[in-house]
């Protein structure tokens, strides 16, 4: 599809085409975001550190207007942060609190730093979230396609009145669809966020993949086999759950998967699993994750990633590497 017809298609409201957009951070998200609205119609501008490796992928992704967050903050009508969580307060109160212009929105795309009080919004401004379901890549890939993802949205402050409206035209404008926008609080959308993610998503999932992994090779199945059996085919599985719901991916397998996994799920995954699920999403509720992340230092952040190196098999990262192809 042309670029013109995106133009057509996204293009917002006559009150809010000519306000700019200020989109501090260009990770995952923020490059997605900021290309969306741009091939939209807004007029976008990228806020980032003066020595940010991010600045030169940015020129490169074609973007001219690039600033430090305090003077791209003063420039915008909007205001998308899509930092890091752990680097919302502090950014917040060094460079966006002081600079922004009355009236002017603030955009939030996780809940998280609004709902646990790392930042307090001023009384004069809307404040919003779009918040994707989906990485950035597949943010921009959907948009590219002319297909839409799903994603949260919530008004937690509407100082012009036109809080919603604005929402809904950013939201098209990133390339989401109206019937796949979910209206949520900042509250529901940080917790379950975090705890998705922890609990299932990411932390449950890849530790249930990789304990299976683990008892196949060391019963002795080639480390390719192990990987065959219990990673490769789970976009399959999760493809069926979401089509179809858990009792339509049953009805969907084979006999013997259905009767296997029928008998086998709960001696896995058992109440005890449940309580302990229970116990973080307290945990978090209460906002002990989120005071842990908020403390996030750059040198923890590299232990972090050589604990994650740690955790992982070789073996198994080297069999997924050469079945990505």
């Known amino acids: 599809m042309a670029l013109s017809c ?41 806020g980032l550190k003066s020595r940010s490796r ?8 074609g973007f001219r207007r690039i600033y430090t967050a305090r003077e791209a903050t003063r420039l915008a009508s909007y205001v998308c942060i899509a930092l890091p969580d752990h680097l919302h307060g502090r950014i917040y109160k060094q460079d966006i609190e002081k600079n922004l212009n009355p009236g002017s929105t603030l955009i939030f795309l996780h809940g998280f730093s609004v709902h646990f009080g790392f ?15 989906a990485p950035g890549l597949a943010v921009r890939e959907k948009y590219l396609s002319d297909r839409s993802l799903s994603a949260f949205w919530a008004v937690h402050q509407d100082y012009t009145g036109r809080s919603s409206r604005t929402t809904h035209a950013l939201a098209a404008a990133m390339g989401f669809k109206r019937n796949r926008l979910v209206k949520t609080s900042f509250a529901d959308e940080a917790v379950g ?24 090779v060391e019963r002795g199945l080639p480390a390719e086999n192990a990987y065959l059996e219990v990673a490769y085919q789970l976009d399959l599985i999760i493809s069926l759950i979401k089509q179809y719901g858990i009792e339509g991916m049953f009805e969907r397998i084979s006999v013997t998967a259905r009767y296997g996994s029928a008998l086998a799920g709960k001696k896995i995954i058992d109440r005890s699993v449940k309580k302990r699920m229970g116990l973080l999403y307290e945990e978090i509720r209460a906002g002990k994750f989120a005071r842990k992340l908020n403390r996030l230092t750059p040198q923890d952040i590299q232990a972090l990633r050589k604990l994650v190196k740690e955790r992982t098999s070789r073996p198994f990262e080297k069999a997924a590497k050469k079945y990505s192809k």
């Open 6 to 46: 995106y133009y057509i298609r996204f293009m917002p409201p006559a009150k809010t085409k000519n306000g700019v957009v200020a989109v501090l951070g260009y990770g995952s998200q923020g490059k997605a975001i900021a290309a969306n609205l741009r091939d939209s119609g807004y007029e976008v501008v990228i």
């Open 193 to 216: 966020d975090l705890f998705g993610e922890q609990a299932v998503l990411c932390g449950g999932l890849s530790e249930l993949i990789l304990s299976g992994f683990e008892v196949l």
């Open 54 to 61: 991010s600045r030169v992928r940015a020129k490169r992704d």
């Open 119 to 133: 930042v307090a919004p001023p009384k004069n401004c809307d404040v919003i979230m779009i918040a994707p379901l």
